[in-house]
């Protein structure tokens, strides 16, 4: 049974982990960079978005400090409309644009979810323009993270986009019932291993002490002579 189960457990996670092709539309996937303050910055475009709710540190997200940010270098002045976002749950992200990389101009500003977890948020509304783009964060706990993110050259991009959404913990088993069977029978066993070994109990119970002497025959008195 144990064999089994450890497979399909393994066999659920290996299959959550099989990287597809990643989805169409967001204009910074595989766009040069530039990151400050910033853990695996490369996270936030790989197409690889996490289960909402799950943890808002693991192997899928990226962590920005309080003074951190991701730039990313577009080519040339464009325009962008839609932004979608998977984020802690509790924190503002903040998308800016730039001309020359220098001066920013915020764009757009994420709200909070009240949900535990990352969480998404989809603007189809956000428009800026710009050769450079940068994401911020700020306010909530102070710890910020992203799992996935994307712009868009148009609204309808937006509404297409579909990432890869990966578990990073196996899910949870169904209830089985074998287990309370063997339970039972488990511990019918323990309780007729202690039965044979139980001692033996006298027929009757008896006041006597344990070193009370024997009872002695008495002899009787010779018969008197006629």
Do not use: C, H
């Amino acid at each position: 049974m144990f064999p089994t189960l450890a497979f399909l457990v393994l066999a659920q996670l290996d299959a959550s982990f099989v990287p597809g092709p990643p989805p169409a539309g967001n204009i910074l996937q595989g766009l040069s960079f530039k990151a400050e303050k910033t853990a695996n910055p490369e996270r936030m475009t790989d197409g690889k978005a996490a289960d909402p709710g799950d943890a808002w540190q693991t192997i899928l997200t990226s962590v920005i400090d309080k003074e951190g940010s991701v730039t990313w270098d577009l080519g040339a002045s464009r325009d962008f409309e839609g932004v979608w976002i998977e984020a802690d749950n509790n924190d503002v992200y903040v998308v800016s644009t730039s001309e020359d990389g220098v001066n920013f101009t915020v764009a757009w500003e994420s709200q909070t979810v009240d949900a535990a977890g990352v969480q998404t948020r989809q603007a189809p509304n956000a428009r800026g323009r710009g050769r450079y783009l940068r994401l911020t964060a700020k306010g909530g706990d102070g710890l910020y993270s992203v799992a996935e993110f994307a712009v868009f050259s148009n609204a309808d991009a937006l509404k297409a986009y579909v990432p890869s959404y990966v578990r990073t913990a196996p899910p949870p088993q169904p209830f089985d019932g074998n287990w309370i069977v063997i339970a039972v029978v488990l511990a019918g066993i323990v309780m007729l291993v202690r039965r044979m070994k139980a001692p033996e109990i006298a027929d009757g119970p008896t006041d006597e002490p344990k070193d009370a002497p024997k009872d002695e025959k008495k002899e009787e008195p010779p018969a008197a002579k006629s």
